[in-house]
């Protein structure tokens, strides 16, 4: 079983276009930049992500996720809890498949939950 999901949210500005969520599991082994939900498709927890309602784009690298959002767009609190529901049930689901597996998955197989 993997760590217990822990999810820092790094303050923002009020007037900010970003905010950075670090986590304590990987999100990506390599930079993914999302807009869309077509650019998204092969990234199950960055469809999620890039389909909240305000978000202009998603950037997930390693164990960090970047929200973008227009400086004058919407409100940053309620982008931020959707997106930490979305990671710890993005978490829960990949752990679920984890516990229940019959052998212990490779890193591709892994990868497919990244």
Not at 10 to 36: G, I, K, Q
Request: charged share 30%; with cysteine; hydrophobic share 40%.
């Amino acid at each position: 079983m993997n760590e217990e999901l822990k999810i820092q949210i790094e303050p923002w500005e009020s007037d900010s276009d970003t905010c950075v969520l670090r986590l304590n599991r990987v999100v990506a082994t390599s930079p993914e930049y999302f807009s869309t939900a077509e650019e998204a498709a092969d990234s199950p927890l960055g469809k999620k992500l890039v389909a909240i309602q305000g978000l202009e784009a998603v950037l997930m690298q390693d164990k960090v996720i970047t929200l973008l959002k227009p400086v004058d767009g919407s409100d940053w609190q309620p982008m931020v809890d959707q997106a930490t529901d979305l990671v710890r049930q993005h978490f829960m689901e990949f752990d679920r498949v984890i516990s229940e597996r019959s052998r212990d998955m490779n890193d591709d197989e892994k990868a497919l939950f990244i």
